[in-house]
């Protein structure tokens, strides 16, 4: 998977250089590239924002030095490209969205910064995409957050492909606790089902347990939550048990 990212500060990404993501893209399972956009400005003094027309408070990107970029990616490789701008007003990211962003052969992020960016920047995206109701300084994180998530998903990153299907919020619910050695520590003993070797009522206790800690946290999944009647029916045997 090809991945370009057009920011103004290239150096917050070197996280990307570390871990997992490190590892995916020195086996060239993903291939990154940070694309500074202040170098296609053709100001005099390599400005790439500007007051907004009508007034107002802040600066915004102008429409100039994104698309001289864009010109360049796409020159080198003409596929079909998502490009996804990260924006305050986007759909919320989640890992539904993860998941079908690692089906992309190419993927670019445009990283907004100041006020907000010139409207026109608009007909090069594909997906408008935010982290949450809440304002950062600019799109760098947020983009390092989603590269991350759908990397996941890509096959041969993790050590088991299976790994990401499990994790919370895959299903729907958030994923079941889990244990290690020692079986006892410090007088908290690890679940004797864990124990059992009986990977049939394991699996059955990991999905009650994922479904118990899904209420007790995160009620507000549970509406969306594909449950089947036995599901339903433990819930609602716990809630009368816990007088919830």
Same mark, same amino acid.
């Given at each position: 998977?090809?991945?370009?990212?057009?920011?103004?500060?290239?150096?917050?990404?070197? #996280?990307?250089?570390?871990?997992?993501?490190?590892? @995916?893209?020195?086996?060239?399972?993903?291939?990154?590239?940070?694309?500074?956009?202040?170098?296609?400005?053709?100001?005099?003094?390599?400005?790439? *924002? *500007?007051?907004?027309?009508?007034?107002?408070?802040?600066?915004?990107?102008?429409?100039? #030095?994104?698309?001289?970029?864009?010109?360049?990616? +796409?020159?080198?490789?003409?596929?079909?490209?998502?490009?996804?701008?990260? *924006?305050?007003?986007?759909?919320?990211?989640?890992?539904?969205? =993860?998941? +079908?962003?690692?089906?992309?052969?190419?993927?670019?992020?445009?990283?907004?910064?100041?006020?907000?960016?010139?409207?026109?920047?608009?007909?090069?995206?594909?997906?408008?995409?935010?982290?949450?109701?809440?304002?950062?300084?600019?799109?760098?994180?947020?983009?390092?957050?989603?590269? *991350?998530?759908?990397?996941?998903?890509?096959?041969?990153?993790?050590? +088991?492909?299976?790994?990401?299907?499990?994790?919370?919020?895959?299903?729907?619910?958030?994923?079941? #606790?889990?244990?290690?050695? #020692? =079986?006892?520590?410090?007088?908290?003993?690890?679940?004797?089902?864990?124990?059992?070797?009986?990977?049939?009522?394991?699996?059955?206790?990991?999905?009650?347990?994922?479904?118990?800690?899904?209420?007790?946290?995160?009620?507000?999944?549970?509406?969306?939550?594909?449950?089947?009647?036995?599901?339903?029916?433990?819930?609602?045997?716990?809630?009368? @048990?816990?007088?919830?």
């Amino acid at each position: 998977m090809k991945i370009d990212i057009l920011t103004l500060f290239p150096k917050m990404f070197t #996280p990307l250089e570390e871990s997992l993501l490190g590892k @995916a893209q020195a086996k060239q399972l993903l291939k990154i590239n940070i694309c500074d956009f202040r170098k296609y400005s053709q100001d005099k003094h390599h400005h790439v *924002d *500007d007051t907004p027309y009508g007034g107002g408070a802040g600066m915004l990107l102008k429409p100039q #030095p994104i698309y001289r970029a864009m010109d360049e990616i +796409n020159a080198a490789d003409s596929q079909k490209k998502r490009v996804i701008l990260l *924006d305050p007003a986007g759909k919320q990211f989640n890992q539904k969205i =993860a998941q +079908n962003l690692a089906t992309e052969d190419h993927l670019v992020f445009i990283c907004g910064h100041y006020e907000g960016f010139d409207a026109r920047i608009d007909n090069l995206v594909t997906d408008h995409l935010s982290i949450g109701d809440f304002i950062i300084t600019g799109g760098e994180m947020a983009a390092m957050i989603m590269i *991350d998530a759908l990397a996941r998903f890509v096959p041969g990153v993790l050590g +088991n492909d299976d790994s990401a299907y499990s994790d919370s919020f895959s299903d729907g619910l958030l994923e079941y #606790p889990q244990y290690t050695r #020692p =079986a006892e520590y410090r007088g908290m003993a690890v679940p004797e089902i864990l124990l059992s070797g009986n990977h049939q009522k394991i699996a059955q206790w990991r999905h009650q347990q994922s479904l118990l800690k899904t209420a007790q946290l995160r009620p507000d999944l549970l509406k969306t939550a594909q449950l089947t009647a036995e599901d339903q029916n433990f819930l609602a045997n716990w809630k009368a @048990a816990h007088k919830m």
